[in-house]
């Protein structure tokens, strides 16, 4: 049987998904982010299949969302994009310390995954923490400064008024998240690279790009990069991508 616990950790509210008879054993853990508006719940089928192959599963709320949201506004929560992007990376350090801590993690086998927003801050967290061993990110972008100039752009032209020093200095302070200029640091880690090509939200060609330019850092393990689009697909994950992505920690985060 799979349960599904919700939780407060550090303070942030959880959704823990294990199976029953392993819910106080060490396991390996999978940490799944989820999307821009979206909630921590609307990823549990992911959380399901994956606690069938003998994981557990966090599914965390990010800031200004799920039952973080409080009274936020659509403009508000679209000028703090990033905030919540580099907020979740940081707690994502904290939820590990605290489930290793609770002896929890076995093997130090952490792996890290998320959908558009969520993979994002996947990318942004493999740029941070060297003790990420495998990760999924499906529709997001690495090209942290790039995409948040291009959302300055499509925020002005609705016009919503922003100041420029300070988003200058928002962007400058990405540098140290922004995968997209220290692919190095991968050191060959396990990544699935998932995108639609039709995707008007997260644009495909970003996944394109950072696979053709990171494989040339996996000559020796090929095996560890993949890359899976599908044609006519919009900003939505396919039954195959989700089933691909369970595939691919049950094959790398053991």
Known sequence: ???????????????HIAQEQQ?????????????????????????YLLAEKGYRVILPDVIYHGEREGSIDYKTRELKFWEMVVQSIKEIGVLKE?????????????????????????????AKYPWIKAAASLMGTPYYQHFANEQIKALSKQGIRLNEQEIQMQINAL????????????????????????DNVVPYPYSKKFYDQVQALYQTKRENLAFMSEKSVDHKVSRSGIQSTVEWFDKKLV
Do not use: C
């Open 175 to 198: 540098a140290e998240y922004d995968l997209s200029v220290q692919m190095d640091s991968l050191k060959q880690r396990p990544l699935f690279i998932w995108h639609g090509e039709e």
């Open 23 to 47: 819910q106080l054993a060490p396991l390996p853990l999978v940490f799944f982010i989820h999307g821009y508006t979206s909630a921590k719940e609307h990823n549990l089928h992911y959380a």
């Open 1 to 15: 049987m799979i349960t599904i616990k919700q939780e407060h950790v550090a303070s942030i509210p959880v959704l």
């Open 98 to 126: 605290e489930f290793e801590r609770k002896s929890l993690i076995l093997d130090g086998l952490v792996g890290m995954a998320g959908t558009s927003m969520g993979g994002i801050i996947t990318y942004g967290a493999l």
